[in-house]
């Protein structure tokens, strides 16, 4: 299921593609003082893609304000990196994903095929359905489903609503740019219980 994408190359290429754009829209906006931005991108050492993963993927696309006095970062949305995990945000969905349904994958199969082992996995199901759950990204994203998604469901449910087509690169491109949003500096905020 899906995961044959992830092993090619190409994917991650194509992925890059869209966070060059991402990126560029926040360059063109600039800082918030008005400064312009400057490159300043994060070392990362993603793990979980494909053997030959691009050279790209050594940074996240970052900036810093030119302007004296302000020097602000503004980090863009990423369709490859979730936040701080150290593992490619497709991997993240797709592992979680795969443990759930009918008949999930057993754990020793994902971490032969992704390199995650069993704590990280169960981890990334913890954030799934329970931190996920409770950011504003979801509180609002959430309407867009009908059906409603169960929050037992995710990240599979998910999954599900976006990848339509097998192996489809733009499927996963729509699902990554949607949950773009909590990729960024407080876009994993959890709110109170409501
Ligand atoms: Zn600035």
């Known amino acids: 299921m899906y995961h044959r994408l992830l092993r090619n190359a190409s ?11 991402l990126a560029e829209a926040a360059r063109e906006a600039g800082c918030q003082c008005g400064g312009p931005l400057h490159c300043a991108n994060y070392p ?7 053997e030959n993963l691009p ?22 949305r990423s369709v490859r990196f979730l936040g701080r995990k150290v593992f490619l ?12 349904g009918p008949s999930p994958r057993r754990v020793r199969e994902l971490t032969e095929l992704f390199g995650a082992d069993r704590r990280t996995i169960a981890r990334w199901c913890t954030f799934w359905c329970q931190q996920f759950p409770q950011t504003p990204f979801w509180k609002v994203a959430r309407g867009r489903f009908a059906p409603r998604l169960a929050i037992a469901d995710l990240p599979r449910a998910l999954l599900e609503a976006f990848i339509q087509r097998k192996d489809s690169r733009e499927d996963w491109k729509r699902l990554l740019q949607f949950l773009s949003p909590i990729t960024i500096t407080g876009g994993l905020g959890i709110t109170g219980i409501s």
Do not use: H, I, N
């Not at 994917?11 to 754009?21: I, N, P, Q």
């Open 44 to 50: 990362r050492k993603p793990r979980g893609g494909c």
């Open 11 to 21: 994917f991650w290429v194509f992925l890059f593609s869209v966070d060059e754009e």
């Open 55 to 76: 050279e790209s993927y050594r940074y996240r696309l970052s900036f810093c304000c030119g302007r004296d006095g302000c020097r602000k970062r503004t980090t863009p």
């Open 89 to 100: 945000g497709a991997v993240v969905v797709l592992v979680a994903a795969m443990r759930q």
